[in-house]
Each structure stands twice: as C-alpha cells, then as structure tokens.
C-alpha cells in the first residue's frame, strides 16, 4: 500500500509546523485565554472536531491538530507512549506560539493523553474536558463476559482485508452525512483520509494494556483544575451486537462508574452523562453540550 493522500499533500485546513523530525498539523483561530485544545480519539483527526473548534473560537483561541502518525502530520511508529504524545503536543503549542495556559479536549483515547499531559505539565493545564474517555482500570469494571468478548474479538490490523468497493460506497454515504455541516473542500479531504487510513485507529491502541494503562495508573495525581467528564450516554452499537442487554447494561454501568471517578479526583470535577449519545461522535451529535461545557471551563478557569 502507498501512503494515505493526507501524508503527502497539504492538510485543507491549518499548516505544518515542523516538529523534532516531523511536521504536525495545527489549525488555530480565535483569540483569548485558555487556549483550548483538542485532542482526538483513536481514529480520529483533528478536522473531525472542526465544528466545536470553531464553536470555541468565538470566545477564545481554539485549537484542533494531528499527532505523528495520523491524519495530515507525518508519519510515526504505532502505538506510542502517552508520555510522548504529550510531549509533542508541547512542543508544536510552543512552536505554533499558542499562548497558554490550556485548556485540554480530549476525546476518548486523547483523553488518556490529555490525563498524562495534566501529570507532566500541570502548570500549563487551565482545565480539562474528557469526552467519553477511556480509563486504565476499564477492565476491572467491565462483566467478565464482555472482557472475554473484547478479548476474543480483537483485531488484527496487518492481516485485516482491504474494504471492498460496496463498504467504501457505504462508508462515504455515511461520512458524507456526518461531515454535512463541514466546508464542502475539508469534507472531502476528511472522507478520503477516513477511507485511506482506518487501520489506524486499531494500531494506535495495540498497547493500552502493555504501556498506557500503567502510564497514568504511576503518572500521578492530576492538577487542581475545573474538570468535565462527558458520558455518552447512548447504547454502544458494537456491544449491542454480541453482548446481552443485561451485559452490556452492566458494562455501561462499570464506564459510567470510572468516569464519575474521574471527576471525583479533583476538588472542582463534574461528570455530565449526555442521554443517547453515542462515544466516536459525541461531539458532533451534541455539539452544543460539548460547547457548554468548554464555556464552564473557561470562566472557572
């Protein structure tokens, strides 16, 4: 396979800052402090976020980018440390020149890396804001049935098949809908790097249970800031699939449980559950609950 169109031409929005031996992708508007953000889950870009991104710029600077290895930043080996990851936000928020201190949207697995960056650099966290994200200890929380499930179902992203034209078809139609409310040239580009580089998101989490977990279980406490969990509060469609619903009743319970241990962590910590949301497009489908709780963070912090 060559690479991904997105690695070799210029990102339809935003630009490259060069990085250590890479060049990320950051797109900023807005003006006004804290600086916020975002972070994308595992499969995700940065373009993904542009509608609260440019929600956030009307009331303060707002920032979306990729990390190495995803959408139109330059390539890097997968998975990677959270350490790392948090460490090359810093580095391209220093060399965009994007005035801190920040506020940190982090969507599912960016959630983990946004914890981690809060546990390295608390100095320069205002706030946090976790969409629907992943915890360290999920499977101690998780009905036995459903951790032999994710188990046994875990792919494989280098033995995985090519899509076939009729799932291309479908996966566009669906993309198209999605990204309807995006500017006609990002949702192209959007939808050909989706098609292109979906392994991604599967080798982007290969070492949760190897590396990442224990990160943030000996990474530290987290600073004293306004925190705001968002719970997607919807059915998980995969589980719905092969799990019953008492399984995956008890499952839904054991996420909402660690996310209300998150923001019990800090003084100021809220959990929001967001009814009927789903976890990878939380924020496009409440929008507005993501927006309201950026506004919330920003005036405490």
């Keep these: 396979m060559g690479r991904p169109a997105s690695e070799t031409t210029a990102p339809p929005l935003g630009r490259l800052y060069d ?18 953000v975002f972070l994308p889950g595992a499969g995700l870009v940065g373009l993904d976020f542009l509608n609260v991104q440019e929600g956030a710029a009307a009331f303060a600077t707002s920032v979306l980018y990729d990390r190495g290895g995803t959408g139109w930043s330059t390539s890097a080996p997968l998975p990677r440390r959270a350490a790392e990851v948090a460490v090359e936000l810093r580095d391209l928020l220093r060399a965009a020149a994007v005035p801190g201190p920040f506020l940190l949207v982090g969507h599912s697995l960016g959630a983990f890396y946004a914890r981690r960056y809060a546990q390295l650099f608390p100095g320069e966290v205002a706030g946090l804001l976790l969409l629907d994200p992943g915890h360290e200890d999920i499977l101690d929380h998780m009905p036995a049935q459903a951790a032999e499930l994710a188990e046994r179902m875990r792919p494989d992203p280098a033995r995985m098949p090519e899509l076939t034209d ?23 580009a959007l939808i050909g790097h989706h098609l292109a580089s979906w392994r991604t998101s599967l080798r982007e989490t290969e070492n949760f249970e190897t590396e990442v977990y224990d990160e943030l279980r000996g990474g530290g406490p987290l600073p004293d800031v306004p925190l705001i969990v968002l719970t997607a509060g919807g059915a998980n469609p995969y589980w719905a699939k092969f799990m019953p619903e008492e399984v995956m009743r008890e499952a839904h319970d054991g996420v909402r449980a660690l996310h209300a241990a998150i923001a019990r962590s800090v003084p100021r910590g809220r959990q929001r559950v967001i009814e009927g949301a789903s976890h990878q497009y939380l924020h496009v489908e409440r929008a507005e609950e993501v927006l309201r709780a950026i506004r919330n963070l920003t005036a405490a912090a």
Excluded: D, T
């Design 19 to 36: 990085v250590g031996e890479r060049r990320l992708m950051l797109h900023r508007s807005g003006a006004g402090g804290p600086s916020v």
């Design 166 to 188: 009729e799932q291309r078809r479908a996966a566009r139609e669906a993309y198209a809908g999605l990204y309807a409310k995006w500017p006609a040239p990002v949702r192209e």
